[in-house]
C-alpha cells in the first residue's frame, strides 16, 4: 500500500473519530437537557448513559449507575411485591424484535428501595447495519408530580389551618378570660361568705339559749337545714375546683391552637422548642386518641432548634394519629386502652424524637412501601397514603434530618425523627 492510501486511511479513521465524538457529545447534550428521565442500555440491558432527571428520581449517581443491568436494578419487582422476569419487560422485547412500546401505571424502584409511579417508552436504538444495539428508556416520575401536587395542597391547607386556627384561638380566648376573672371572684366571694357564715353560726348558737331568740334561731336552723348548707360547704368548693379545671383544659387548648397556628406564615424556619411543640399537637389531637390510648411523654431537656413549626407540627401529629388508629384496630375487641409513649433527647447533634404505639404493627410484606407517596393499608376514606410520604418529604428535605420506622406485627411500631440540633441563633 502506497504511502498516499495511507495517509488517506488515517484521514478518513480521524474523520469518523470526530464523527463519532461529535455524535457522543450530541448525545450527551441530548440527555442532559431533554426534560424528561432518559435511560440508554446496551445490547444486553446494561446501562451505558442517563441524564440527570434519571438520576436525581432513581437516586443514584452516575458512576454508580453506569455498568448496571437497568431491568435487574430499577424494574425487577411487581406491586404486589411478585418477582418481574426480565423477559416479560418492555425494554428486552424492544431489544429483541426493534419494537417500541408505550407503558402507563408501572412502577420502579430507586436505590432506597422505594417503588414510585412511572410512565415510560422503551424504543430500540439501531447501529449502521440496522442492528439493534441498544435501547433508549424515558420515563416520567408519576409519584413526584402526585407528590408536588400534593405538597402543593397541603401547604394550602396548613395555611388555612393557621388562619383558621389563631381566629379560633382568638374566639375563645377572649370570652375564656371572663369566664375565668369571674370564676376566682366568685370563688373569692364564696370563700368570704363561708367564714361569715361560721361566724354567723357561731353567734347564733351562743344566742339560741336566750329566750327571746329561741324562736328565730329555730327558724334559721330550718332554713339552714332546708338549703342543706353542710351540702354546700361541701360541694361548691369542689364545684369551683372542676370549673377551674374545665377553663384551664379550655386555655391549654387556646394556646395548643395559638402555637399550631404558627404553620410557617412567614415561611422561615424559627427557634423552637420541640417540647412544646408536641405537647401542643398533643392538646389539638386529644380527640383521636383519648378514647384508645393513654399518653406517656418523657421530654428530656433539649436545645431549641431551627425549625418550620407548623410542618415538624404536622409530621407528629400524623404520626400520633396513625397511632391511634392502629391501637384502635388492636382494641376494637377489647376495652383495654393501648398507648402511645412519645420521648424526646439529645444524642450528639441531633434531636430525637421517638414516638411508640401498641398497635396492630405493620406487616413485613409492605415494610419496605409505608414510605411511598399514594400507598396505604388503611380501608378506603380512612386514609390517602400521603401522610408518611408527605411526613418523609418535610424531615428529609425540608430539614435535613431522617424518619425511620420499626415494627413488629400484632406487637407495636416506633417511628424515629432526628433532626439536626443546630444553634437556634443561625
Given at each position: 500500500m502506497e504511502q498516499h492510501d495511507i495517509e488517506s486511511l488515517f484521514q478518513e479513521l480521524n474523520s469518523a473519530k470526530e464523527a463519532l465524538n461529535q455524535v457522543r457529545y450530541q448525545n450527551e447534550m441530548m440527555l442532559r437537557w431533554v426534560e424528561g428521565a432518559v435511560l440508554l442500555?446496551?445490547?444486553?440491558?446494561?446501562?451505558?448513559?442517563?441524564?440527570?432527571?434519571?438520576?436525581q428520581a432513581l437516586g443514584w449517581k452516575e458512576e454508580e449507575l453506569i455498568g448496571q443491568k437497568c431491568h435487574e436494578t430499577i424494574h425487577h419487582t411487581l406491586e404486589d411485591g411478585g418477582e418481574y422476569p426480565w423477559e416479560f419487560c418492555p425494554v428486552f422485547a424492544a431489544l429483541e424484535d426493534g419494537s417500541s412500546h408505550h407503558v402507563s401505571g408501572d412502577i420502579f424502584w430507586n436505590k432506597e428501595g422505594t417503588s414510585f409511579s412511572v410512565d415510560y417508552i422503551a424504543c430500540s436504538t439501531r447501529n449502521e447495519q440496522n442492528e439493534v444495539n441498544g435501547a433508549v428508556l424515558t420515563f416520567r416520575n408519576l409519584t413526584e408530580m402526585r407528590l408536588q401536587e400534593a405538597n402543593r395542597?397541603?401547604?394550602?391547607?396548613?395555611?388555612?389551618?393557621?388562619?383558621?386556627?389563631?381566629?379560633?384561638?382568638?374566639?375563645?380566648?377572649?370570652?375564656?378570660?371572663?369566664?375565668?376573672?369571674?370564676?376566682?371572684?366568685?370563688?373569692?366571694?364564696?370563700?368570704?361568705?363561708?367564714?361569715?357564715?361560721?361566724?354567723?353560726?357561731?353567734?347564733?348558737?351562743?344566742?339560741?339559749?336566750?329566750?327571746?331568740?329561741?324562736?328565730?334561731?329555730?327558724?334559721?336552723?330550718?332554713?339552714?337545714?332546708?338549703i342543706d348548707v353542710d351540702y354546700l360547704k361541701e360541694e361548691v368548693p369542689t364545684a369551683f375546683s372542676q370549673t377551674q379545671e374545665g377553663v384551664d383544659r379550655v386555655i391549654k387548648l387556646v394556646q395548643g391552637l395559638k402555637g399550631f397556628a404558627h404553620s410557617d406564615s412567614n415561611h422561615a424556619k424559627q427557634a423552637m422548642d420541640i417540647n412544646t411543640i408536641i405537647e401542643n399537637t398533643l392538646v389539638v389531637s386529644r380527640n383521636e386518641y383519648k378514647y384508645v390510648a393513654d399518653i406517656e411523654t418523657h421530654f428530656n431537656t433539649i436545645p431549641m432548634i431551627m425549625v418550620y413549626p407548623?410542618?415538624?407540627?404536622?409530621?407528629?401529629?400524623?404520626?400520633?394519629?396513625?397511632?391511634?388508629?392502629?391501637?384502635?384496630?388492636?382494641?376494637?375487641?377489647?376495652?383495654?386502652?393501648?398507648?402511645?409513649?412519645?420521648?424526646?433527647?439529645?444524642?450528639?447533634?441531633?434531636?430525637?424524637?421517638?414516638?411508640?404505639?401498641?398497635?396492630?404493627?405493620?406487616?413485613?410484606?409492605?415494610?419496605?412501601?409505608?414510605?411511598d407517596p399514594f400507598f396505604t393499608t388503611k380501608e378506603v376514606g380512612k386514609?390517602?397514603?400521603?401522610?408518611?410520604?408527605?411526613?418523609?418529604?418535610?424531615?428529609?428535605?425540608?430539614?435535613?434530618?431522617?424518619?425511620?420506622?420499626?415494627?413488629?406485627?400484632?406487637?407495636?411500631?416506633?417511628?424515629?425523627?432526628?433532626?439536626?440540633?443546630?444553634?437556634?441563633?443561625?
Open positions: 442500555v446496551d445490547r444486553q440491558g446494561v446501562i451505558i448513559q442517563a441524564n440527570d432527571v434519571a438520576l395542597i397541603h401547604g394550602m391547607k396548613l395555611e388555612s389551618i393557621g388562619e383558621l386556627s389563631a381566629g379560633i384561638a382568638h374566639e375563645i380566648n377572649t370570652p375564656m378570660q371572663f369566664v375565668g376573672g369571674n370564676l376566682a371572684f366568685l370563688q373569692e366571694g364564696f370563700d368570704d361568705l363561708l367564714t361569715l357564715f361560721n361566724r354567723y353560726k357561731t353567734f347564733r348558737q351562743s344566742v339560741a339559749q336566750e329566750e327571746k331568740f329561741t324562736a328565730a334561731c329555730e327558724e334559721l336552723l330550718e332554713f339552714e337545714e332546708e407548623g410542618d415538624i407540627g404536622q409530621v407528629i401529629l400524623n404520626l400520633i394519629v396513625n397511632a391511634a388508629h392502629a391501637i384502635g384496630d388492636a382494641t376494637a375487641e377489647s376495652e383495654e386502652k393501648g398507648c402511645i409513649r412519645i420521648e424526646t433527647c439529645q444524642q450528639g447533634n441531633e434531636i430525637v424524637i421517638t414516638i411508640t404505639d401498641t398497635g396492630t404493627g405493620i406487616p413485613d410484606s409492605v415494610k419496605n412501601r409505608i414510605f386514609g390517602s397514603g400521603q401522610g408518611l410520604a408527605i411526613a418523609r418529604t418535610i424531615i428529609h428535605d425540608k430539614h435535613q434530618g431522617t424518619l425511620a420506622c420499626t415494627s413488629t406485627s400484632s406487637k407495636g411500631t416506633t417511628f424515629s425523627i432526628r433532626l439536626p440540633a443546630e444553634s437556634s441563633d443561625k
